[in-house]
């Protein structure tokens, strides 16, 4: 069975940076897009980041500048490059890879908290 597992999460403060990974355990056939997803408490969970099979990249526009998305096609791994974390960006984080077929599959997720 294919699983994602997610790790870098942790406690940092406002200003301060965090990596995130995630890597495939087992083998996923035909990646088109990873991606990184987040879900505050009390709120719904919502796109962060996306990389698709090209290099191609989006960004939820509340990341834009200080978030950087990147793969590793070798490895099947996606990576989250988060610098100045404020407040608001305390959520859980989720990782997520689409197939060509519109298969989707997903990580248990990492804790990020953003505080003083």
């Known amino acids: 069975q294919v699983q994602l597992v997610e790790s870098g999460g942790g406690l940092v403060q406002p200003g301060g940076s965090l990596r995130l990974s995630c890597a495939a355990s087992g083998r996923i056939f035909g990646i088109y897009a990873m991606g990184w997803y987040r879900q505050a408490p009390g709120k719904q969970r919502e796109p962060v980041a996306r990389?698709?099979?090209?290099?191609?990249?989006n960004y939820a526009d509340v990341v834009k500048g200080r978030f950087t998305i990147s793969r590793d096609h070798a490895k099947n791994a996606v990576y989250l490059q988060m610098n100045s974390l404020k407040p608001e960006d305390t959520a859980v984080y989720y990782c997520?890879?689409?197939?060509?077929?519109?298969?989707?599959?997903w990580g248990q997720g990492t804790q990020v908290t953003v505080s003083s």
């Open positions: 997520n890879a689409h197939t060509v077929v519109e298969v989707d599959y």
């Open positions: 990389i698709t099979r090209g290099g191609s990249t």
